[in-house]
T-cell receptor, first 113, second 109 residues
Framework: GAGVSQSPSNKVTEKGKDVELRCDPI?????LYWYRQSLGQGLEFLIY????????KSGLPSDRFSAERTGGSVSTLTIQRTQQEDSAVYLC???????????FGPGTRLLVL | SQKIEQNSEALNIQEGKTATLTCNYT??????LQWYRQDPGRGPVFLLL?????KEKRKERLKVTFDTTLKQSLFHITASQPADSATYLC????????FGAGTRLTVKP
């Protein structure tokens, strides 16, 4: 594809429900990142995938958060038992390798009621 | 612990002036550093990359410096325009890339 795509663009859910956010990186990019951005705040690193290596999960805020990347391409970020403080924009980025420029998707705006 | 600090949350300047944004880091030895622009409701967009052996990099009205002794990068926008108003983020890392919190620049006409 032409760029990184994310779906859904907006998600409203009730507290306690599980949500899945999807990221389609640029074809051929081996590195994929998930970030969270609360209103007016900076990017908070969540998780990083590089090729077939074990992901760097050091930014995940709790065990309710998990992510996987199937076949080295599409990634899904799952938030279980959502809380109101999970409300934020979730951004995905990909790059051709770990140290190259990151290309960002448009984000998924999550609102937990 | 590793930290990336950008000098201020917000910077307001008059059109035509030079905007200077600062990025300081600790406990990193980055091979290079990047600057991104983020507009409201959008993801960040790459602007410039500067390597550790480069003192300065320019692109049109943008200039970036990188001082590995001071552990600091400066980002300049000359002849600023209202369209330059956005949040600017610096990014660096070793095996991956992390971001500073950003500086929100407002250029007033």
């Amino acid at each position: 594809g032409a760029g990184v795509s994310q779906s859904p663009s907006n998600k409203v859910t009730e507290k306690g429900k599980d949500v899945e956010l999807r990221c389609d990186p640029i074809s051929g990019h081996t590195a994929l990142y998930w970030y969270r951005q609360s209103l007016g705040q900076g990017l908070e690193f969540l998780i990083y995938f590089q090729g077939n290596s074990a992901p760097d999960k050091s930014g995940l805020p709790s065990d309710r958060f998990s992510a996987e990347r199937t076949g080295g391409s599409v990634s899904t970020l799952t938030i279980q038992r959502t809380q109101q403080e999970d409300s934020a924009v979730y951004l995905c980025a990909s790059s051709s390798n770990a140290r190259e420029t990151q290309y960002f998707g448009p984000g998924t705006r999550l609102l937990v009621l | 612990s590793q930290k990336i600090e950008q000098n201020s949350e917000a910077l307001n300047i008059q059109e035509g002036k030079t905007a200077t944004l600062t990025c300081n880091y600790t406990n990193y030895s980055p091979a290079y550093l990047q600057w991104y622009r983020q507009d409201p409701g959008r993801g960040p967009v790459f602007l410039l990359l500067i390597r550790e052996n480069e003192k300065e990099k320019r692109k049109e009205r943008l200039k970036v410096t990188f001082d590995t002794t001071l552990k600091q990068s400066l980002f300049h926008i000359t002849a600023s325009q209202p369209a330059d108003s956005a949040t600017y983020l610096c990014s660096m890392g070793d095996n991956d890339m992390r971001f500073g919190a950003g500086t929100r620049l407002t250029v007033k006409p």
